[in-house]
Structures are given as C-alpha cells and as structure tokens.
C-alpha cells in the first residue's frame, strides 16, 4: 500500500515538473491547441494555425530556453477570437508599416507588398527604386534612424506595426515600445544556416497575406540552393578560403558556426577559421590572420567604394597584402556593396549567393557562368 502511494505522489511530481518545464520553455505560457506549420530549417520561428488565428513565436538568440516574443496574427476583418494566448495582436494583412530595413522593405517588395510600407528608417541606404520613388512624392514618410526612430512621426503615421531588427540589450525599445503599436522583432538575421534565415520568408507572407506566393518562393530558392549545395559536395576538391581584409588595426572574420562559415561549406570550400566556434564575427590581429590565410586557395572580400577594387588598391590597403597566395594567383574575388543589392538580395536569396560561390570554387563545373556579385579583382 505504502509502494502504491509512493508511485502515486512521484506521479504527481512529476506531472508537475513537466508542466513547469513546459511554461519554462515557453516564456511564461504553454499554449495549447492548434496546428503547427512545419519549419523545415529555421530555429528560432515557431507558427501555429490556430482557430480564428495563427500564433508566431520567436525564439530568444540570444538565450534560446526562452521566448523573445509572440505574436497573434488575427485576420483584420474577423473578429477577435475568445481565449487568446499571452501575446500581441497583430491584424493582418499589415496596410500601413513602418519598416526599418532595406533588406525587408526588398522582400516585402517582391512578396508585392511594397504599397503597405507607409514608413521607413534610414531612408539613404534603400536601393528599391519604387519606394525610393514613393518617398520623393510624399507617400511614404522617412522616420529617420532605425536606432533612434522619429516619435512624433510614429505618431502621425499610426501604423498598424513597426518592424525592428532586435538586438542583445534592446530591452522595451524606450519611447517606442510604449506607443501601443506592435514592434515585429525580425530575428531573422540571428539564424545560423542560410536556408533557416530564408524560411522567414513565411512569415513575412503571413503579416501582408501573401502567404501562399511566400511558400512558392521559399520553395524555389530550397529547391535551388539545396541542389548547388549537392552538386558542390560532390567535388572531389575542396579549396580553401579567407575571407575579409583588414580594417584599420582588426581583421574580422565569421566565426566557424556562423552563417558565413556554413554557407561556404555548402560551396564546397574548406574555410580557413572552421575551428573558430563563435556564430558571429571575430576581431583578429591582421597578422595572425595573414600567418593563418596566405596559403588559402581563393580570398573572397567585400568593399565599398565608386569604382572596382583593383589589385594595385588591394595592395595600397595593406602591404601584407601582395604576399597572399590568392593574390599572387589571381584568386582574389570582391563585392563592390555600393553598386549592387548584396544585402538586399542575399538574406532571403541564398542561392544566388551560393550560385556565384560555387562558381568561383568549382569554375570548370559550372562554366563560364556570369556572376551576380563578385568579380575578380584584377
């Protein structure tokens, strides 16, 4: 009898405990009920079709036990369903946004959408021309900085949602957390794989009801990204690669679990500071990097200049420079940010940037296939 209670109250404990587990896990509520819409790559977004609406949670980069938020995504035309889960309402589709990055402000555009971003943040670095072309004519009101937006303008706009990009310490957002308009964290850019951060694509489909063309086009760009990635693996060569140059007294470079590291595995590269185990970017003495990178096969670097980088101005950056392998042998490959849409494209386009990657490692299986991106410097 004695056995029969004592199984009988660890039963209960550890019901219990699973149900503080489960609340733990979920910052505070464990919601119960609805469908989940399968996330084949992405880590930190979590959908749930629920009844009368769907429930969006983003996981925390940054300590992943909990949520950083969660959203109610209600149909603006129906009515609020009973029983919500803690969160906040969001009513979609979005008609009238505040978005604070240009690389969202491109994906909206491409979801055809662009008509419901009523406001922007750092207005000079958007290369859409259509919105630019909206700001010049007054439908579209810049909000200045993405760090420190204009409130009063918030204000006037009264937007039904403002999209942020979150950061470690971004805490309640100060004055504009407490303007009672939903701030969309977009984590997006704290995923560690390239197909993870491009599965926000759905999401984004679902905040200006787009979702069945998201779905198409994250179809795609897997489709097309996992069939280079195979292709790339199948090379019997693996070459190796540095990355950036030096920047006054640092080098940075992607750490061996970041987004940049995984991307030039699926290349079909062996990265040169694979071993380094951050998931962001490392500052480096310039000279340990040049003792590590001059033997490395290809340099691949990104500058921001009018003109092409040339060999001659490579060289003028830094002496050390001129003794990289990559550099002597012609290997040495740049994106000019100023004259094209690499931040705007690649985030949610990883295939066009694994496109030009595995053509600059694997030139004789692809061709002379012209690149999107990169260019040689000569």
Same mark, same amino acid.
């Given at each position: 009898? =004695?056995? +029969?209670?004592? @199984?009988? /109250?660890?039963?209960? !404990?550890?019901?219990? $405990?699973? #149900?503080?587990?489960?609340?733990?896990?979920?910052?505070?509520?464990?919601?119960?009920?609805?469908?989940?819409?399968?996330?084949?790559?992405?880590?930190?977004?979590?959908?749930?079709?629920?009844?009368?609406?769907?429930?969006?949670?983003?996981?925390?980069?940054?300590?992943?036990?909990?949520?950083?938020?969660?959203?109610?995504?209600?149909?603006?035309?129906?009515?609020?369903?009973?029983?919500?889960?803690?969160?906040?309402?969001?009513?979609?589709?979005?008609? =009238?946004? +505040?978005?604070? @990055?240009? /690389?969202?402000?491109? !994906?909206?555009?491409? $979801?055809? #959408?662009?008509?419901?971003?009523?406001?922007?943040?750092?207005?000079?670095?958007?290369?859409?021309?259509?919105?630019?072309?909206?700001?010049?004519?007054?439908?579209?009101?810049?909000?200045?900085?993405?760090?420190?937006?204009?409130?009063?303008?918030?204000?006037?706009?009264?937007?039904?949602?403002?999209?942020?990009?979150?950061?470690?310490?971004?805490?309640?957002?100060?004055?504009?957390?407490?303007?009672?308009?939903?701030?969309?964290?977009?984590?997006?850019?704290?995923?560690?794989?390239?197909?993870?951060?491009?599965?926000?694509?759905?999401?984004?489909?679902?905040?200006?009801?787009?979702?069945?063309?998201?779905?198409?086009?994250?179809?795609?760009?897997?489709?097309?990204?996992?069939?280079?990635?195979?292709?790339?693996?199948?090379?019997?060569?693996?070459?190796?690669?540095?990355?950036?140059?030096?920047?006054?007294?640092?080098?940075?470079?992607?750490?061996?679990?970041?987004?940049?590291?995984?991307?030039?595995?699926?290349?079909?590269?062996?990265?040169?500071?694979?071993?380094?185990?951050?998931?962001?970017?490392?500052?480096?003495?310039?000279?340990?990097?040049?003792?590590?990178?001059?033997?490395?096969?290809?340099?691949?670097?990104?500058?921001?200049?009018?003109?092409?980088?040339?060999?001659?101005?490579?060289?003028?950056?830094?002496?050390?420079?001129?003794?990289?392998?990559?550099?002597?042998?012609?290997?040495?490959?740049?994106?000019?940010?100023?004259?094209?849409?690499?931040?705007?494209?690649?985030?949610?386009?990883?295939?066009?940037?694994?496109?030009?990657?595995?053509?600059?490692?694997?030139?004789?299986?692809?061709?002379?296939?012209?690149?999107?991106?990169?260019?040689?410097?000569?």
């Amino acid at each position: 009898m =004695k056995n +029969v209670k004592l @199984t009988y /109250v660890l039963a209960v !404990l550890l019901t219990m $405990l699973c #149900a503080l587990a489960s609340c733990t896990q979920s910052g505070g509520y464990s919601e119960s009920g609805g469908e989940a819409i399968a996330m084949r790559y992405s880590e930190l977004l979590r959908l749930k079709d629920c009844q009368g609406y769907v429930s969006a949670e983003i996981i925390n980069p940054w300590d992943t036990t909990k949520l950083l938020h969660r959203y109610i995504l209600v149909e603006a035309d129906g009515s609020m369903p009973e029983s919500l889960p803690e969160g906040d309402v969001v009513r979609i589709p979005l008609q =009238k946004s +505040v978005v604070s @990055t240009s /690389v969202h402000c491109s !994906l909206i555009n491409e $979801l055809g #959408a662009y008509r419901a971003i009523r406001g922007v943040c750092d207005a000079d670095y958007l290369y859409l021309k259509a919105l630019k072309d909206e700001i010049k004519a007054g439908n579209v009101a810049d909000v200045g900085s993405s760090m420190e937006p204009d409130i009063e303008k918030l204000i006037d706009l009264s937007p039904d949602a403002v999209l942020m990009s979150p950061y470690e310490s971004s805490g309640s957002y100060g004055k504009l957390g407490k303007l009672g308009i939903p701030l969309i964290e977009c984590a997006d850019y704290m995923e560690q794989t390239a197909l993870g951060r491009a599965e926000w694509i759905r999401f984004f489909g679902l905040l200006y009801g787009q979702q069945a063309k998201a779905d198409s086009i994250f179809s795609c760009v897997e489709k097309a990204y996992l069939s280079l990635r195979d292709s790339a693996s199948a090379m019997k060569e693996h070459p190796t690669v540095l990355t950036e140059m030096k920047s006054g007294s640092t080098w940075y470079v992607a750490g061996g679990n970041s987004y940049v590291a995984r991307l030039l595995k699926d290349a079909g590269a062996d990265y040169i500071f694979k071993d380094e185990p951050s998931a962001g970017s490392v500052p480096y003495d310039p000279e340990m990097v040049f003792y590590r990178g001059q033997k490395a096969d290809y340099w691949l670097v990104k500058y921001n200049q009018p003109t092409v980088m040339t060999k001659e101005q490579l060289a003028q950056q830094w002496t050390l420079n001129m003794q990289m392998d990559a550099y002597r042998n012609g290997r040495a490959f740049g994106v000019n940010l100023s004259r094209g849409t690499f931040y705007e494209e690649t985030p949610f386009h990883p295939e066009l940037l694994l496109r030009d990657l595995v053509s600059i490692f694997h030139p004789s299986a692809n061709g002379a296939r012209t690149m999107r991106y990169y260019q040689q410097i000569r």
